[in-house]
């Protein structure tokens, strides 16, 4: 009968061998088993896993929804810069309209120069160049030129000035960092005193002003092809030049005849000699200058 003699303690539940295996779970005695370490190890990795895996994720998630950002602004931005890009071809044919509707006469056939540039960008003033031509394409002017500033050197690839000096034009950045960059140049040209004001914006969504944009070695053309310099030449560019040479002819003055005056003598006064007049004769003999009493007499020559 003693087959029952381990019923009293209970089962056991264990892994691997049937000998000094570790127990997962023991009952019967009162007493708990123990994790093995391999399980903490495994529990531990898990759960250091999940966490790379969410912060990946999230990490992933994140630029993504910057780079969505960033693209649906950078859409935005070139909206609103072909919007106002095409608000300024309007405004210029409206105007183009009226002038040729009033047959208004231009007031040159070409205009161009050099162009020192100083604007403003997010706080900060920096300093470009422009090289322009502007020629006239009735009823208006068509502008052409390059570009030089701290984003480069880009072209003028579309723009236009009225008569009255409303101008614009789009300058593109075709090459370097900045490829692709378009900037909308807007104001008013002042021909007399070769100067621009106005405000220039990117495609980019950046903005600000020209701070000042004079002109030199700037020269007009008029019909019929009359060229007009508004600044003078330096001394380079006079030597570089072939002057002819000018011959100077004296003239010989004219010299009216004088007057001729003849010298009419003096006639002297006729003074007769003395032997013109007789010798004085003294008084008869006996008379006496006393007997007289009228007094002495004067004796006087006949002639």
Known sequence: RGGGGGGG?????????????SNYYSSGNGSGGTM????????SAGIIGGLVCCCVYKKQRSTSSSGNAAAAAGQKNETSFNEAVFKARQKQTEAS????????????ETYEGDFDVEYSDRGRVHSG?????MKHT???????????????????????????GDTWWVEETFSGNDKGLKVLTEGNFDFTSNTFSGTWRANSGVLGQYKSFSGKNVSKTFSPGENVTSNPQTL????????????????????AALPVVQAVPEIEPFVPASSAYPTPSAPPTGQSASNNANGPEIYVPRV
């Open 138 to 164: 009735s009823p208006y002017y068509k502008i052409e030129g390059q570009c030089s500033d701290a984003d480069g050197s880009a072209t003028i690839t579309e723009g236009f000035s009225t008569y009255s």
């Open 36 to 43: 093995p370490i391999w399980g903490w190890v495994s529990i």
């Open 236 to 255: 380079h560019d006079m030597l570089q030049e072939d002057i002819p040479t000018a011959v100077a002819s004296v003239e010989t003055p004219v010299v």
């Open 129 to 133: 160049f422009v090289k322009l031509q």
């Open 9 to 21: 303690g209970g089962g056991s539940y264990s892994y691997g061998g049937s000998r000094g295996s």
């Open 97 to 108: 309209s009226v002038y040729a509707t009033n047959n208004a006469t231009p007031n040159f």
